[in-house]
Protein backbone atom coordinates (compact mmCIF):
# COMPACT_ATOMS: atom_id res chain seq x y z
CA UNK A 1 0.00 0.00 0.00
CA UNK A 2 1.39 3.24 -0.49
CA UNK A 3 1.89 5.55 2.07
CA UNK A 4 2.88 9.12 2.76
CA UNK A 5 3.54 10.95 6.32
CA UNK A 6 0.64 14.01 6.48
CA UNK A 7 2.26 16.61 8.77
CA UNK A 8 -1.89 18.32 8.95
CA UNK A 9 -1.59 17.52 12.86
CA UNK A 10 -3.31 19.18 15.67
CA UNK A 11 -1.46 19.17 19.54
CA UNK A 12 -3.16 20.72 22.22
CA UNK A 13 -0.58 22.59 23.87
CA UNK A 14 0.72 26.08 23.62
CA UNK A 15 -0.62 29.88 24.69
CA UNK A 16 -4.35 29.76 23.47
CA UNK A 17 -5.16 26.08 23.86
CA UNK A 18 -6.34 25.08 27.55
CA UNK A 19 -5.26 21.59 29.18
CA UNK A 20 -8.34 21.04 29.08
CA UNK A 21 -8.41 20.52 25.62
CA UNK A 22 -6.03 17.57 25.71
CA UNK A 23 -8.80 15.21 24.56
CA UNK A 24 -9.01 16.27 21.18
CA UNK A 25 -6.92 14.78 19.10
CA UNK A 26 -5.01 14.90 15.20
CA UNK A 27 -5.40 14.57 11.64
CA UNK A 28 -3.63 11.77 10.04
CA UNK A 29 -2.55 9.97 7.00
CA UNK A 30 -1.17 6.42 6.70
CA UNK A 31 2.21 5.78 7.32
CA UNK A 32 4.13 2.39 6.60
CA UNK A 33 6.23 0.99 9.24
CA UNK A 34 7.32 3.45 11.83
CA UNK A 35 10.55 3.57 10.42
CA UNK A 36 9.85 4.73 7.29
CA UNK A 37 8.31 7.55 8.59
CA UNK A 38 4.15 13.71 15.84
CA UNK A 39 -11.02 34.00 36.60
CA UNK A 40 -11.93 36.67 34.05
CA UNK A 41 -15.54 37.02 32.92
CA UNK A 42 -16.09 36.43 29.39
CA UNK A 43 -16.68 39.52 27.31
CA UNK A 44 -20.06 41.76 26.49
CA UNK A 45 -19.97 39.63 23.58
CA UNK A 46 -21.00 36.62 25.18
CA UNK A 47 -23.71 34.10 23.12
CA UNK A 48 -26.06 31.97 24.86
CA UNK A 49 -26.15 28.29 23.70
CA UNK A 50 -27.23 25.01 24.33
CA UNK A 51 -27.46 23.43 27.95
CA UNK A 52 -24.46 21.42 29.23
CA UNK A 53 -25.61 18.22 30.17
CA UNK A 54 -23.51 15.02 30.84
CA UNK A 55 -26.41 12.42 30.24
CA UNK A 56 -26.69 10.54 26.94
CA UNK A 57 -29.73 12.49 24.57
CA UNK A 58 -31.68 11.02 22.05
CA UNK A 59 -31.30 11.77 18.26
CA UNK A 60 -33.03 14.85 17.06
CA UNK A 61 -36.18 14.30 14.50
CA UNK A 62 -34.86 12.75 11.32
CA UNK A 63 -33.62 15.38 8.72
CA UNK A 64 -33.76 14.37 5.35
CA UNK A 65 -32.20 16.63 2.41
CA UNK A 66 -30.50 15.92 -0.88
CA UNK A 67 -26.72 15.61 -2.04
CA UNK A 68 -26.45 18.30 -4.58
CA UNK A 69 -23.57 16.49 -6.55
CA UNK A 70 -21.06 17.31 -9.52
CA UNK A 71 -17.69 17.55 -10.67
CA UNK A 72 -14.76 18.17 -8.92
CA UNK A 73 -12.44 20.99 -9.75
CA UNK A 74 -9.34 19.59 -7.62
CA UNK A 75 -9.27 15.56 -7.47
CA UNK A 76 -6.27 15.72 -5.23
CA UNK A 77 -3.01 13.23 -5.99
CA UNK A 78 -3.77 11.06 -8.40
CA UNK A 79 -7.89 11.37 -7.99
CA UNK A 80 -10.18 11.20 -11.67
CA UNK A 81 -12.08 13.69 -12.15
CA UNK A 82 -14.58 11.59 -14.16
CA UNK A 83 -14.74 9.00 -11.37
CA UNK A 84 -14.68 11.62 -8.38
CA UNK A 85 -18.34 13.74 -7.29
CA UNK A 86 -18.35 17.02 -5.09
CA UNK A 87 -21.70 18.10 -3.79
CA UNK A 88 -23.11 19.89 -0.86
CA UNK A 89 -25.80 18.67 1.28
CA UNK A 90 -27.74 21.30 3.71
CA UNK A 91 -28.15 20.41 7.56
CA UNK A 92 -29.78 22.80 9.83
CA UNK A 93 -27.71 24.35 12.52
CA UNK A 94 -29.91 23.47 15.50
CA UNK A 95 -32.20 20.04 14.31
CA UNK A 96 -34.40 20.72 17.15
CA UNK A 97 -35.39 24.24 16.01
CA UNK A 98 -33.97 24.08 11.75
CA UNK A 99 -35.44 27.73 11.41
CA UNK A 100 -32.54 29.47 12.96
CA UNK A 101 -30.04 28.49 9.92
CA UNK A 102 -27.85 26.05 7.95
CA UNK A 103 -25.06 24.60 6.82
CA UNK A 104 -24.15 23.52 3.58
CA UNK A 105 -21.86 20.47 4.14
CA UNK A 106 -19.19 20.27 1.75
CA UNK A 107 -18.80 16.13 0.32
CA UNK A 108 -16.73 14.37 -1.80
CA UNK A 109 -17.36 10.95 -2.97
CA UNK A 110 -14.63 8.62 -4.49
CA UNK A 111 -16.47 5.51 -6.10
CA UNK A 112 -15.71 1.77 -5.24
CA UNK A 113 -13.29 0.68 -7.80
CA UNK A 114 -15.08 -2.49 -8.41
CA UNK A 115 -18.57 -1.42 -8.65
CA UNK A 116 -19.66 -5.28 -8.89
CA UNK A 117 -18.43 -6.21 -5.75
CA UNK A 118 -19.05 -2.40 -4.00
CA UNK A 119 -20.41 -3.22 -0.21
CA UNK A 120 -21.71 0.44 0.27
CA UNK A 121 -20.56 3.78 1.49
CA UNK A 122 -17.78 4.64 4.44
CA UNK A 123 -18.25 7.66 5.93
CA UNK A 124 -14.70 9.13 6.77
CA UNK A 125 -13.00 11.67 9.53
CA UNK A 126 -9.16 12.43 9.46
CA UNK A 127 -9.63 14.17 13.34
CA UNK A 128 -9.17 17.57 14.49
CA UNK A 129 -11.55 18.62 15.42
CA UNK A 130 -11.24 21.05 12.40
CA UNK A 131 -10.18 19.21 10.19
CA UNK A 132 -12.10 18.73 7.04
CA UNK A 133 -12.63 15.00 5.40
CA UNK A 134 -13.21 15.77 2.47
CA UNK A 135 -9.06 15.53 1.82
CA UNK A 136 -9.55 11.71 3.28
CA UNK A 137 -12.03 10.67 0.27
CA UNK A 138 -9.47 13.02 -2.52
CA UNK A 139 -6.29 11.22 -1.37
CA UNK A 140 -7.91 7.59 -0.35
CA UNK A 141 -5.32 5.52 -1.68
CA UNK A 142 -3.09 7.58 0.86
CA UNK A 143 -5.22 6.63 3.56
CA UNK A 144 -6.64 3.16 2.55
CA UNK A 145 -5.97 0.01 1.17
CA UNK A 146 -6.47 -1.00 -2.35
CA UNK A 147 -9.05 -3.68 -1.12
CA UNK A 148 -11.37 -1.20 0.59
CA UNK A 149 -10.95 1.35 -2.12
CA UNK A 150 -12.06 -1.74 -4.30
CA UNK A 151 -14.98 -2.48 -1.98
CA UNK A 152 -16.24 1.19 -0.89
CA UNK A 153 -17.48 4.70 -2.06
CA UNK A 154 -15.64 6.54 0.23
CA UNK A 155 -17.50 9.27 1.64
CA UNK A 156 -15.48 12.52 2.76
CA UNK A 157 -17.01 15.58 4.32
CA UNK A 158 -16.10 18.77 6.00
CA UNK A 159 -18.03 19.23 9.59
CA UNK A 160 -19.84 21.95 9.61
CA UNK A 161 -17.82 25.05 10.30
CA UNK A 162 -14.58 23.58 8.70
CA UNK A 163 -12.57 23.14 5.27
CA UNK A 164 -14.92 24.05 2.19
CA UNK A 165 -18.28 23.84 4.05
CA UNK A 166 -20.26 26.61 4.99
CA UNK A 167 -20.41 28.85 7.16
CA UNK A 168 -17.58 28.38 8.57
CA UNK A 169 -15.20 29.38 11.93
CA UNK A 170 -13.16 32.06 10.89
CA UNK A 171 -11.35 33.62 13.83
CA UNK A 172 -8.08 35.47 12.68
CA UNK A 173 -5.75 35.63 10.00
CA UNK A 174 -1.94 35.65 10.88
CA UNK A 175 -0.99 33.11 13.59
CA UNK A 176 2.28 34.42 15.11
CA UNK A 177 1.01 36.83 17.21
CA UNK A 178 -1.23 34.56 19.08
CA UNK A 179 1.03 31.61 18.94
CA UNK A 180 4.56 32.31 18.58
CA UNK A 181 4.72 34.11 22.25
CA UNK A 182 7.01 33.24 24.80
CA UNK A 183 5.18 29.93 26.96
CA UNK A 184 5.60 28.46 29.83
CA UNK A 185 5.62 32.02 30.88
CA UNK A 186 8.29 33.63 33.16
CA UNK A 187 6.55 36.66 34.90
CA UNK A 188 3.71 38.17 35.47
CA UNK A 189 3.40 40.11 32.51
CA UNK A 190 4.25 36.97 30.06
CA UNK A 191 1.84 35.48 31.83
CA UNK A 192 -0.64 38.28 31.08
CA UNK A 193 0.29 38.38 27.50
CA UNK A 194 -0.87 35.03 27.22
CA UNK A 195 -4.24 35.78 28.57
CA UNK A 196 -4.65 38.89 26.60
CA UNK A 197 -3.99 36.86 23.23
CA UNK A 198 -6.39 34.45 24.50
CA UNK A 199 -9.17 36.98 25.42
CA UNK A 200 -8.67 38.57 21.90
CA UNK A 201 -8.72 35.29 19.92
CA UNK A 202 -11.92 34.58 21.37
CA UNK A 203 -12.98 38.53 20.48
CA UNK A 204 -12.42 37.61 17.22
CA UNK A 205 -13.99 34.11 16.59
CA UNK A 206 -17.18 35.78 18.02
CA UNK A 207 -16.48 39.07 15.41
CA UNK A 208 -15.94 37.12 12.58
CA UNK A 209 -17.99 33.70 13.70
CA UNK A 210 -20.15 34.68 16.47
CA UNK A 211 -23.48 33.06 14.76
CA UNK A 212 -22.52 29.66 14.28
CA UNK A 213 -19.95 29.01 17.51
CA UNK A 214 -23.11 27.71 19.18
CA UNK A 215 -23.87 25.32 16.32
CA UNK A 216 -20.78 23.02 15.73
CA UNK A 217 -20.41 20.72 18.57
CA UNK A 218 -19.26 16.73 17.56
CA UNK A 219 -22.59 16.02 18.65
CA UNK A 220 -24.12 18.26 15.95
CA UNK A 221 -21.71 16.79 13.57
CA UNK A 222 -22.95 13.05 14.59
CA UNK A 223 -26.16 14.01 13.83
CA UNK A 224 -25.39 15.37 10.08
CA UNK A 225 -23.45 11.94 9.85
CA UNK A 226 -27.24 10.81 9.70
CA UNK A 227 -28.41 13.35 7.69
CA UNK A 228 -25.65 11.84 5.18
CA UNK A 229 -26.62 8.45 5.30
CA UNK A 230 -30.04 9.15 4.51
CA UNK A 231 -29.15 11.25 1.39
CA UNK A 232 -27.31 8.45 0.60
CA UNK A 233 -29.65 6.10 0.62
CA UNK A 234 -28.52 3.67 2.73
CA UNK A 235 -30.32 2.05 5.51
CA UNK A 236 -26.68 1.28 7.40
CA UNK A 237 -23.49 2.65 6.48
CA UNK A 238 -19.85 2.41 7.62
CA UNK A 239 -17.28 4.33 9.05
CA UNK A 240 -13.48 4.97 9.89
CA UNK A 241 -12.44 7.49 12.02
CA UNK A 242 -9.29 8.49 12.72
CA UNK A 243 -7.49 10.44 15.92
CA UNK A 244 -10.57 12.87 16.83
CA UNK A 245 -12.63 11.09 14.29
CA UNK A 246 -12.50 8.48 16.60
CA UNK A 247 -14.48 10.62 19.60
CA UNK A 248 -16.89 11.64 16.93
CA UNK A 249 -17.65 8.18 15.77
CA UNK A 250 -18.35 7.22 19.24
CA UNK A 251 -20.55 9.94 19.78
CA UNK A 252 -22.25 8.60 16.41
CA UNK A 253 -22.56 4.67 17.06
CA UNK A 254 -23.84 5.53 20.63
CA UNK A 255 -26.77 8.13 19.30
CA UNK A 256 -27.83 5.94 15.76
CA UNK A 257 -26.89 2.78 17.13
CA UNK A 258 -28.84 0.94 14.54
CA UNK A 259 -27.97 2.64 11.91
CA UNK A 260 -24.14 0.95 12.18
CA UNK A 261 -23.13 -1.49 9.65
CA UNK A 262 -19.09 -1.20 10.90
CA UNK A 263 -17.56 0.90 12.46
CA UNK A 264 -13.43 1.46 13.15
CA UNK A 265 -12.29 4.00 15.27
CA UNK A 266 -7.98 4.52 15.01
CA UNK A 267 -6.22 6.28 17.80
CA UNK A 268 -9.13 7.24 20.20
CA UNK A 269 -9.50 9.06 23.69
CA UNK A 270 -11.35 7.91 26.20
CA UNK A 271 -14.57 9.31 25.55
CA UNK A 272 -16.27 9.53 29.09
CA UNK A 273 -12.95 11.00 31.12
CA UNK A 274 -12.69 14.71 32.68
CA UNK A 275 -10.83 16.80 30.81
CA UNK A 276 -7.67 17.04 33.48
CA UNK A 277 -7.64 13.48 33.04
CA UNK A 278 -7.13 13.42 28.92
CA UNK A 279 -4.98 16.57 29.06
CA UNK A 280 -2.35 14.29 31.82
CA UNK A 281 -2.60 11.13 29.33
CA UNK A 282 -1.68 13.36 26.43
CA UNK A 283 1.20 15.34 28.14
CA UNK A 284 3.03 12.19 29.59
CA UNK A 285 2.44 10.45 26.05
CA UNK A 286 4.39 13.45 24.46
CA UNK A 287 6.66 13.32 27.37
CA UNK A 288 7.06 10.04 26.77
CA UNK A 289 7.67 10.00 23.03
CA UNK A 290 10.40 13.25 23.45
CA UNK A 291 12.16 10.72 25.96
CA UNK A 292 12.65 8.39 23.06
CA UNK A 293 13.78 10.64 20.75
CA UNK A 294 16.21 11.86 23.08
CA UNK A 295 17.26 8.00 24.11
CA UNK A 296 17.64 7.04 20.46
CA UNK A 297 19.65 10.00 19.76
CA UNK A 298 22.22 9.77 22.57
CA UNK A 299 22.50 6.38 21.24
CA UNK A 300 23.92 7.01 17.62
CA UNK A 301 26.59 8.98 17.35
CA UNK A 302 25.33 9.85 13.12
CA UNK A 303 22.46 11.85 15.24
CA UNK A 304 22.90 15.72 14.84
CA UNK A 305 21.95 16.84 18.25
CA UNK A 306 23.96 13.50 20.01
CA UNK A 307 25.84 15.77 22.43
CA UNK A 308 28.43 13.61 23.22
CA UNK A 309 25.67 10.56 24.15
CA UNK A 310 23.80 13.22 26.58
CA UNK A 311 21.19 14.80 23.99
CA UNK A 312 18.47 15.39 26.89
CA UNK A 313 21.00 17.61 28.64
CA UNK A 314 21.77 19.26 25.56
CA UNK A 315 17.64 20.10 24.93
CA UNK A 316 17.09 21.10 28.77
CA UNK A 317 19.86 23.78 28.18
CA UNK A 318 18.81 25.22 24.68
CA UNK A 319 15.66 25.40 26.36
CA UNK A 320 16.94 28.13 29.14
CA UNK A 321 19.38 29.41 26.19
CA UNK A 322 16.01 30.08 24.08
CA UNK A 323 13.78 31.59 26.60
CA UNK A 324 16.41 33.75 27.45
CA UNK A 325 17.49 34.89 23.84
CA UNK A 326 15.40 34.20 21.40
CA UNK A 327 16.19 33.09 17.85
CA UNK A 328 15.04 35.70 15.31
CA UNK A 329 14.78 33.95 11.55
CA UNK A 330 12.86 36.73 9.73
CA UNK A 331 12.21 40.40 10.84
CA UNK A 332 8.58 39.27 9.46
CA UNK A 333 8.23 36.43 11.13
CA UNK A 334 7.87 35.73 14.65
CA UNK A 335 11.52 34.59 16.74
CA UNK A 336 11.50 31.09 17.93
CA UNK A 337 10.31 31.59 21.58
CA UNK A 338 10.54 28.50 24.16
CA UNK A 339 6.73 28.76 22.96
CA UNK A 340 7.82 28.21 19.14
CA UNK A 341 10.39 24.92 20.21
CA UNK A 342 7.60 23.36 22.13
CA UNK A 343 5.64 23.25 19.33
CA UNK A 344 8.57 21.72 16.92
CA UNK A 345 9.11 19.37 19.13
CA UNK A 346 5.49 18.50 19.69
CA UNK A 347 5.23 18.48 15.69
CA UNK A 348 7.83 15.95 15.41
CA UNK A 349 6.56 13.70 18.22
CA UNK A 350 3.72 12.68 15.67
CA UNK A 351 6.23 10.03 14.02
CA UNK A 352 9.60 8.88 14.38
CA UNK A 353 9.57 9.91 10.75
CA UNK A 354 10.09 13.15 11.38
CA UNK A 355 12.84 12.40 14.48
CA UNK A 356 15.67 13.15 11.70
CA UNK A 357 14.42 17.00 10.78
CA UNK A 358 13.89 17.41 14.57
CA UNK A 359 17.82 16.59 15.68
CA UNK A 360 19.06 18.72 12.49
CA UNK A 361 17.04 21.35 13.77
CA UNK A 362 17.78 21.42 16.92
CA UNK A 363 21.27 21.34 16.00
CA UNK A 364 21.09 24.60 14.17
CA UNK A 365 19.30 26.39 16.80
CA UNK A 366 22.26 25.42 19.07
CA UNK A 367 24.47 27.37 16.72
CA UNK A 368 21.72 30.54 16.52
CA UNK A 369 20.11 29.38 13.04
CA UNK A 370 15.90 28.92 14.62
CA UNK A 371 15.08 28.63 10.82
CA UNK A 372 14.50 24.30 11.19
CA UNK A 373 12.84 24.45 13.93
CA UNK A 374 10.03 27.50 12.71
CA UNK A 375 9.72 24.90 9.83
CA UNK A 376 8.27 22.53 12.24
CA UNK A 377 6.21 25.28 14.31
CA UNK A 378 4.80 26.25 10.47
CA UNK A 379 3.94 22.51 9.83
CA UNK A 380 2.19 22.21 13.04
CA UNK A 381 -0.28 24.61 12.10
CA UNK A 382 -0.48 24.55 8.83
CA UNK A 383 1.07 27.71 7.04
CA UNK A 384 1.22 27.69 3.72
CA UNK A 385 3.78 29.10 1.38
CA UNK A 386 2.10 32.48 1.04
CA UNK A 387 2.15 32.76 4.41
CA UNK A 388 -1.61 32.51 5.23
CA UNK A 389 -3.72 29.50 6.98
CA UNK A 390 -6.79 27.24 6.71
CA UNK A 391 -9.38 27.58 8.99
CA UNK A 392 -8.01 24.07 11.15
CA UNK A 393 -6.62 25.12 14.05
CA UNK A 394 -9.76 28.40 14.50
CA UNK A 395 -12.32 25.14 14.24
CA UNK A 396 -10.84 23.02 16.28
CA UNK A 397 -10.58 25.69 19.50
CA UNK A 398 -14.04 26.61 18.61
CA UNK A 399 -14.99 22.82 18.37
CA UNK A 400 -13.11 21.68 21.45
CA UNK A 401 -14.03 24.87 23.83
CA UNK A 402 -17.66 23.82 22.94
CA UNK A 403 -17.54 20.28 23.35
CA UNK A 404 -15.75 20.68 27.06
CA UNK A 405 -14.18 23.78 27.99
CA UNK A 406 -12.77 22.47 31.33
CA UNK A 407 -11.84 24.42 33.81
CA UNK A 408 -13.63 27.62 33.92
CA UNK A 409 -11.52 31.46 34.58
CA UNK A 410 -8.24 32.06 34.82
CA UNK A 411 -7.80 30.91 38.58
CA UNK A 412 -9.51 27.28 37.95
CA UNK A 413 -6.67 27.29 34.90
CA UNK A 414 -3.51 27.99 37.07
CA UNK A 415 -4.74 25.51 39.72
CA UNK A 416 -4.05 22.62 37.15
CA UNK A 417 -0.95 23.94 36.39
CA UNK A 418 1.17 22.17 39.16
CA UNK A 419 -0.59 18.87 38.29
CA UNK A 420 0.80 18.81 34.47
CA UNK A 421 4.33 20.36 35.39
CA UNK A 422 4.40 16.89 38.14
CA UNK A 423 3.12 14.70 35.19
CA UNK A 424 5.63 16.28 32.58
CA UNK A 425 8.29 18.01 33.51
CA UNK A 426 8.99 19.35 29.59
CA UNK A 427 5.47 19.39 27.53
CA UNK A 428 3.75 19.66 31.34
CA UNK A 429 3.38 23.26 31.80
CA UNK A 430 2.76 23.98 28.29
CA UNK A 431 -0.50 21.74 28.62
CA UNK A 432 -1.07 23.83 31.70
CA UNK A 433 -0.98 27.22 30.57
CA UNK A 434 -3.65 28.41 28.16
CA UNK A 435 -6.98 30.15 28.72
CA UNK A 436 -8.67 30.42 25.54
CA UNK A 437 -11.26 27.88 26.72
CA UNK A 438 -11.38 29.06 30.08
CA UNK A 439 -12.52 32.41 28.54
CA UNK A 440 -14.83 30.49 25.83
CA UNK A 441 -18.07 33.00 25.22
CA UNK A 442 -19.90 30.17 23.92
CA UNK A 443 -21.73 27.98 26.56
CA UNK A 444 -20.98 24.24 26.92
CA UNK A 445 -22.97 22.31 23.91
CA UNK A 446 -25.14 18.88 24.94
CA UNK A 447 -22.74 15.84 25.83
CA UNK A 448 -23.10 12.57 24.85
CA UNK A 449 -22.11 9.41 27.13
CA UNK A 450 -20.88 7.39 24.62
CA UNK A 451 -21.79 3.52 25.57
CA UNK A 452 -22.12 2.22 21.84
CA UNK A 453 -24.94 0.20 23.49
CA UNK A 454 -26.89 -1.79 20.38
CA UNK A 455 -24.39 -0.16 17.62
CA UNK A 456 -23.04 -4.11 17.75
CA UNK A 457 -18.82 -4.68 17.64
CA UNK A 458 -16.65 -1.37 17.34
CA UNK A 459 -13.00 -1.51 16.40
CA UNK A 460 -10.99 0.55 18.40
CA UNK A 461 -7.17 0.76 17.85
CA UNK A 462 -4.34 1.40 19.98
CA UNK A 463 -0.92 2.47 19.14
CA UNK A 464 1.90 2.03 21.94
CA UNK A 465 4.02 4.96 21.26
CA UNK A 466 1.10 7.06 20.10
CA UNK A 467 1.61 10.34 22.26
CA UNK A 468 -1.74 11.97 21.00
CA UNK A 469 -3.66 9.36 22.09
CA UNK A 470 -1.79 7.22 24.85
CA UNK A 471 -2.90 3.63 24.47
CA UNK A 472 -4.26 3.21 27.82
CA UNK A 473 -6.67 6.05 26.33
CA UNK A 474 -7.37 3.77 23.26
CA UNK A 475 -8.04 0.78 25.68
CA UNK A 476 -10.45 3.02 27.76
CA UNK A 477 -12.44 3.86 24.53
CA UNK A 478 -12.79 0.40 23.91
CA UNK A 479 -14.10 -0.27 27.25
CA UNK A 480 -16.49 2.30 27.24
CA UNK A 481 -18.34 0.65 23.81
CA UNK A 482 -20.55 -1.82 24.52
CA UNK A 483 -19.10 -4.23 22.14
CA UNK A 484 -15.56 -2.57 21.88
CA UNK A 485 -12.95 -4.98 20.23
CA UNK A 486 -9.50 -3.48 21.25
CA UNK A 487 -6.38 -3.89 18.59
CA UNK A 488 -2.99 -2.80 19.49
CA UNK A 489 -0.74 -1.88 16.92
CA UNK A 490 3.38 -1.90 17.95
CA UNK A 491 4.77 1.65 16.72
CA UNK A 492 6.03 4.85 17.20
CA UNK A 493 3.55 7.27 15.98
CA UNK A 494 -0.23 8.59 16.24
CA UNK A 495 -2.80 5.60 14.77
CA UNK A 496 -2.28 2.77 13.53
CA UNK A 497 -3.91 1.47 10.72
CA UNK A 498 -1.20 0.75 7.91
CA UNK A 499 1.60 0.07 9.99
CA UNK A 500 2.13 -3.37 8.84
CA UNK A 501 -0.13 -6.76 7.22
CA UNK A 502 -1.50 -7.59 10.12
CA UNK A 503 -3.71 -4.56 11.04
CA UNK A 504 -4.43 -3.94 7.43
CA UNK A 505 -5.85 -7.73 7.09
CA UNK A 506 -7.73 -7.34 10.56
CA UNK A 507 -9.32 -4.41 9.54
CA UNK A 508 -10.28 -4.87 6.08
CA UNK A 509 -11.60 -8.42 6.98
CA UNK A 510 -13.85 -6.59 9.54
CA UNK A 511 -14.99 -3.82 7.42
CA UNK A 512 -15.47 -5.90 4.13
CA UNK A 513 -16.70 -9.55 5.57
CA UNK A 514 -18.12 -8.30 9.30
CA UNK A 515 -15.86 -10.88 10.47
CA UNK A 516 -14.64 -9.28 13.88
CA UNK A 517 -10.90 -10.41 15.08
CA UNK A 518 -10.08 -11.14 18.11
CA UNK A 519 -10.50 -9.15 21.27
CA UNK A 520 -7.01 -7.93 22.49
CA UNK A 521 -4.89 -8.99 19.33
CA UNK A 522 -1.34 -7.36 19.12
CA UNK A 523 -0.16 -6.42 15.62
CA UNK A 524 4.07 -6.16 15.82
Known sequence: MKHVLNSRRKLLIVILVAASLASACSERIIVGSSKDRVKIKPTATSIPAGVSSTSSIAPAPEFTGKIIWGTCNDTGS???????????????????????????????????SDQASRVGSMLVNPGGPGFGGSSVAKDAQFYFSAELLNRFDIIGWDPRGTGDSTPKVDCIDQYDEYFGMDSPPDTPQEKQAIIDAGQKFNDQCVKNSGRILPYISTRSSAQDMDSIRRALGEEKITYFGFSYGSELGATWVTMFPKTVRAAVLDGASDPNSSSLDQGLAQAKGFEMQLDAFLADCSARVTCA?????????????????????????????????????????????????????????????VVGDGSGLLALYDEYYQRKPNGTYGNELEAFIAISCLDD????????????????????????????????????????????????????????????????????????????????IFLTVKAEQHTGYGVNACIIKAVDTYLIDLVVPENGKVCE
Open 405 to 484: PGPIGVKAVDAQIPIFTKAAKRFGPGFGYGYSCALWPVKQAKKVVVTGKGAGPVIVIGTTGDPATPIESSRNAAKALESG
Open 78 to 112: GGSKAKMQCGTLEVPFDYDNPTIGSFKLFIIRNPA
Open 305 to 365: FNSNGDSAKALDKLLVDVDAAPLVVASDRTPVTQGVMFTALAQAMYSDALWVQLERALADA
